[in-house]
């Protein structure tokens, strides 16, 4: 990941001397001008600087010329700087912008850009979020909800191309699932990790408080730069995600495993003979159990080995011939895995929610009330551990209190 470059300038204590003598050394003003008028003059001719250079193609000399301008108050050169620095460290971005002279007002859209919501009007917010909240999917089969969570509008409009590109997909578009409008998380209080060799890390025990207020099953978490995964009932997505990737790790919620060679603990977890899963069998003679457990015909599978369960000594096998999304997310999604995700949406209360996650990391923080909470919306979703642990719960309170 590209560091952004932040030009001293901008650190620059901006008295009434400091703008005069910039105005003499950058335009050669007259000393009868205003400070502001001088100060609009440098910033204009920065400007001019910025944009010859940028059209010369020489980005390395224009991204500090906008820098310049922008800490002068030209409010254009934050939009350039924006763009140059698309793909630099939102955190280092927003350090920047913290630091500029123009008026909130006119910084209120770059606040939005970098969802550093707090820094904003509950009108302004509601002003940048609006255009969002028709985003949704619903299908009058849904089986499964989801929930996306995103931060700043980036990701929101990245959002809506990826649930136009789902409806538009003859597989996807086929799933009972319903996408429910995004909600927007302040990428300050989610803080989702930015490191591009690294799977993507975000503060999840404080988004679960964001959550208390919404009926849902699974969390897409839209945000942050690096590795996508799916843990727990949350799908977590770098923030440039295409279809593709989505498609890829949201089979991961139902049970699909990864076609290549596992990491050694996940494939000391994973491949055990006899174990069942979606599109993998660790033993041959678990084949006869897998066509029985998903009714299958046995003239739809054809046992092809793959690396997954390299790691732990073991050949695993997947049921069909050829390479799939589960080995390179790029490729076709088969028919018979297709099958299998319809057959999984007719039983969803077997998928484990987000819900029961949250429960999970309440009771790590000892917030009781919390864990109540979590585990009866798990349970209202038909999810048999979190509808036993509340059993257990009410047993033992029932214990307690009898005489």
């Not at 989505?246 to 174990?275: N, Q, W």
């Not at 923080?365 to 979590?374: C, E, I, L």
């Given at each position: 990941?590209?560091s952004m470059?932040?030009?001293?300038?901008?650190?620059?204590?901006?008295?009434?001397?400091?703008?005069?003598?910039?105005?003499?050394?950058?335009?050669?003003?007259?000393?009868?001008?205003?400070?502001?008028?001088?100060?609009?003059?440098?910033?204009?001719?920065?400007?001019?600087?910025?944009?010859?250079?940028?059209?010369?193609?020489?980005?390395?000399?224009?991204?500090?010329?906008?820098?310049q301008?922008?800490?002068?108050?030209?409010?254009?050169?934050?939009?350039?700087?924006?763009?140059?620095?698309?793909?630099?460290?939102?955190?280092?971005?927003?350090?920047?912008?913290?630091?500029?002279?123009?008026?909130?007002?006119?910084?209120?859209?770059?606040?939005?850009?970098?969802?550093?919501?707090?820094?904003?009007?509950?009108?302004?917010?509601?002003?940048?979020?609006?255009?969002?909240?028709?985003?949704?999917?619903?299908?009058?089969?849904?089986?499964?909800?989801?929930?996306?969570?995103?931060t700043?509008?980036?990701?929101?409009?990245?959002?809506?191309?990826?649930?136009?590109?789902?409806?538009?997909?003859?597989?996807?578009?086929?799933?009972?699932?319903?996408?429910?409008?995004?909600?927007?998380?302040?990428?300050?209080?989610?803080?989702?990790?930015?490191?591009?060799?690294?799977?993507?890390?975000?503060?999840?025990?404080?988004?679960?408080?964001?959550?208390?207020?919404?009926?849902?099953?699974?969390?897409?978490?839209?945000?942050?730069r690096?590795?996508?995964?799916?843990?727990?009932?949350?799908?977590?997505?770098?923030?440039?995600?295409?279809?593709?990737l989505?498609?890829?790790?949201?089979?991961?919620?139902?049970?699909?495993?990864?076609?290549?060679?596992?990491?050694?603990?996940?494939?000391?977890?994973?491949?055990?003979?006899g174990?069942?899963?979606?599109?993998?069998?660790?033993?041959?003679?678990?084949?006869?159990?897998?066509?029985?457990?998903?009714?299958?015909?046995?003239?739809?599978?054809?046992?092809?080995?793959?690396a997954?369960?390299?790691?732990?000594?073991?050949?695993?096998?997947?049921?069909?011939?050829?390479?799939?999304?589960?080995?390179?997310?790029?490729?076709?999604?088969?028919?018979?895995?297709?099958?299998?995700?319809?057959?999984?949406?007719?039983?969803?209360?077997?998928?484990?929610?987000?819900?029961?996650?949250?429960?999970?990391?309440?009771?790590?923080?000892?917030?009781?009330?919390?864990?109540?909470?979590?585990?009866?919306?798990?349970?209202?979703?038909?999810?048999?551990?979190?509808?036993?642990?509340?059993?257990?719960?009410?047993?033992?309170q029932?214990?307690?209190?009898?005489?």
């Amino acid at each position: 990941m590209k560091s952004m470059r932040i030009n001293p300038l901008i650190r620059m204590k901006r008295s009434r001397l400091a703008g005069f003598f910039l105005c003499l050394l950058l335009t050669g003003c007259s000393p009868a001008e205003s400070e502001q008028s001088a100060l609009q003059h440098a910033a204009q001719r920065v400007m001019q600087q910025a944009e010859k250079a940028e059209q010369q193609r020489l980005i390395s000399q224009a991204l500090p010329l906008y820098q310049q301008a922008a800490a002068l108050g030209h409010t254009a050169a934050v939009a350039a700087v924006f763009r140059l620095q698309q793909h630099s460290s939102k955190v280092l971005l927003g350090q920047w912008l913290a630091e500029l002279p123009a008026d909130a007002s006119a910084l209120a859209p770059y606040w939005a850009e970098l969802g550093h919501w707090q820094r904003l009007t509950p009108d302004q917010q509601q002003q940048f979020q609006r255009p969002f909240a028709a985003i949704t999917l619903q299908t009058e089969a849904c089986r499964l909800s989801v929930l996306p969570v995103v931060t700043g509008l980036a990701e929101a409009r990245q959002w809506q191309l990826l649930l136009h590109n789902w409806q538009q997909d003859p597989q996807l578009g086929s799933l009972p699932i319903c996408w429910l409008p995004p909600r927007f998380i302040d990428s300050m209080l989610l803080q989702c990790s930015e490191q591009p060799t690294q799977r993507i890390q975000c503060d999840l025990p404080a988004l679960q408080q964001q959550m208390r207020d919404v009926d849902f099953h699974q969390l897409l978490v839209l945000a942050g730069r690096g590795g996508a995964s799916y843990n727990n009932g949350v799908l977590q997505l770098p923030e440039q995600s295409d279809l593709a990737l989505l498609r890829h790790e949201f089979s991961h919620a139902f049970g699909f495993l990864d076609e290549y060679a596992l990491m050694p603990k996940v494939a000391k977890d994973e491949c055990k003979p006899g174990r069942l899963t979606a599109n993998l069998l660790f033993h041959k003679a678990d084949l006869a159990a897998y066509q029985q457990h998903w009714q299958l015909d046995a003239n739809e599978l054809e046992l092809t080995p793959v690396a997954s369960c390299h790691h732990a000594g073991l050949q695993a096998y997947r049921l069909v011939a050829a390479d799939t999304h589960m080995q390179h997310y790029e490729l076709a999604m088969p028919a018979l895995y297709l099958k299998l995700l319809h057959k999984q949406l007719a039983r969803p209360e077997q998928l484990m929610p987000a819900a029961y996650y949250f429960a999970y990391l309440a009771r790590q923080q000892q917030d009781w009330p919390a864990w109540q909470h979590w585990m009866q919306q798990a349970a209202k979703l038909g999810y048999r551990p979190a509808q036993q642990a509340l059993v257990i719960q009410n047993a033992g309170q029932q214990a307690a209190v009898a005489p």
